[in-house]
């Protein structure tokens, strides 16, 4: 099979993809395993072969994926039924004071933006935006767009949220790294996009709050303490960073045979740290605070169906990879563009900001990238932290331009009442700022490691 016929392969299954999920609006699951086996045919690949590199790729990735996401679903409902976000989100507002509300806000975001989804997190952080707003008189685009923005970069840059983590798998880079430097880039970028972009753009679009009928009340138990709140967050954060750090010192200095290094390898697997976080949160944030045993069965159960489904996408974009390394089409691409001295993460940053901007979902576009480069990263020897700084810069292409094909967008239209021109001039330009600010911080850093 020549050169030629394996990239017009790629090229029209890729194609096919984004057609089948834009114009057709077929479920990106179905519609990744269809491009997939197309890819396939075109490239010559017997059909036993396809068989088992969709057999390969799905299984090969649901192995670490689907228990990930799907501590992480159940952690993240146990927080928000809780009241756990909301009361992180009024200590700080006290810490900081009403002047710097818009930087705690940003910081809020960030933090609630680890474990649970961006539109959950929005949703549930709605009621204090509406009560600042109407109490200050300002824009509500004052205290949303830095909401968004620290809940957009956690949500696409530091796992355990879906897309890094299945980047993260996809890519075969370590998870400690990358959640070092999602929160390394992630800080200044979400301080750019978020109240100094909120703070120019609210001069510009002045939104009111709704009534304050139109308001939900907190929940029936209450919100947990705040102390309560940051421990649950930091805690599989920290198992999982500590076991990343404690095996390059041991690596360095020969301990690997250690039982500490061990002991800290197990628990800060991301499969041990989110199960010991989750349980956690069940005991301190549920059933000591009132919550029923069945009460908790029903919000475990509830936080699975979302979660079904990005398993499923990440799964069948691990069929796409594997597909791609069985048909040589990686290894072709990844040959060229040794050759051609293109830099591996421009290419996978472009990916992801045209996968985005024509289908909408940031998670197909995160998906879809990464399993066209993982083929190709060992022709460019790829570090530990080439690797980590590849997943945040194909997911700081994924948040590029949200606009009408997105879901997001037309969360944040009905919830702040903006005009589709509003929203393009808020919320498509703030991901749009993360998105390029984002990479540039990657290419930055990667001049030095």
């Known amino acids: 099979m020549n050169e030629l016929t394996l990239l017009f392969s790629l090229v029209f299954s890729v194609t096919l993809l984004l057609v089948l999920v834009l114009r057709y609006k077929m479920q990106a699951f179905l519609a990744l ?29 649901l192995g670490f994926v689907a228990v990930v996401v799907g501590l992480g679903a159940i952690f993240g409902q146990i927080l928000e039924t809780s009241g756990g976000a909301q009361a992180l989100a009024d200590r700080l507002i006290k810490t900081f004071g009403k002047e710097k509300v818009p930087w705690a806000l940003s910081l809020t975001g960030f933090f609630i933006g680890i474990p649970i989804f961006l539109d959950v997190g929005f949703i549930i952080m709605i009621p204090v935006l509406y009560s600042l707003s109407r109490e200050t008189k300002r824009s509500l685009l004052t205290y949303a767009i830095p909401l968004l923005a620290g809940l957009a970069v956690t949500h696409a840059f530091v ?26 880039i992630g800080f200044p970028v979400a301080a750019l996009a978020g109240p100094l972009f909120g703070r120019y753009i609210s001069r510009k679009i002045y939104v009111l709050p709704p009534s304050e009928s139109e308001i939900s009340a907190p929940g029936k138990h209450g919100f947990p303490p705040f102390w309560q709140v940051a421990c649950m967050i930091g805690l599989p954060l920290f198992l999982i960073v500590a076991n990343t750090v404690s095996g390059a010192v041991a690596k360095a200095y020969g ?20 199960t010991i976080a989750t349980l956690m949160a069940i005991y301190f944030l549920g059933i000591k605070r009132g919550f029923s045993r069945e009460e908790i069965l029903n919000i475990s ?22 597909l791609l390394i069985d048909s040589g089409i ?13 830099s591996p993460l421009v290419l996978a940053w472009l990916l992801a900001m045209i996968v985005r901007i024509t289908q909408g979902s940031a998670t197909v576009a995160m998906i879809t990238s990464a399993g066209i480069m993982a083929p190709m990263l060992g022709a460019f020897s790829m570090t530990p932290s080439g690797c980590a700084l590849m997943v945040i810069a194909i997911a700081a292409g994924a948040t ?3 606009h009408v094909n997105d879901s997001g967008f037309w969360l944040v239209c009905r919830y702040l009442g903006l005009t589709e021109k509003q929203a393009l001039s808020s919320w498509s330009i703030m991901e749009t700022i993360i998105s390029f600010f984002g990479f540039g911080l990657v290419l930055l850093i990667s001049f030095f490691v």
């Open 400 to 402: 590029t331009f949200s």
């Open 330 to 342: 990686g290894n072709m691409l990844a040959e060229y563009l040794s050759n051609a001295h293109f």
């Open 255 to 274: 301990m690997e045979d250690m039982l500490w290094v061990k002991i800290a390898e197990f628990i800060g697997h991301p499969f041990l740290a989110l």
């Open 33 to 61: 395993i269809l491009a997939s086996v197309c890819m396939g045919l075109m490239a010559g690949m017997p059909f036993q072969g396809i068989i088992d590199g969709i057999t390969e790729g799905m299984g090969g990735t």
């Open 159 to 184: 796992p355990p949220t879906p897309g890094p983590v299945a980047v993260s798998e996809i890519l075969g880079a370590d998870m400690g790294y990358v959640i070092l430097y999602g929160i390394l």
């Open 301 to 322: 159960t509830k936080s699975l169906a979302p979660a079904g489904v990005i398993i499923l996408i990440t799964g069948a974009g691990g069929v796409l990879k594997q």
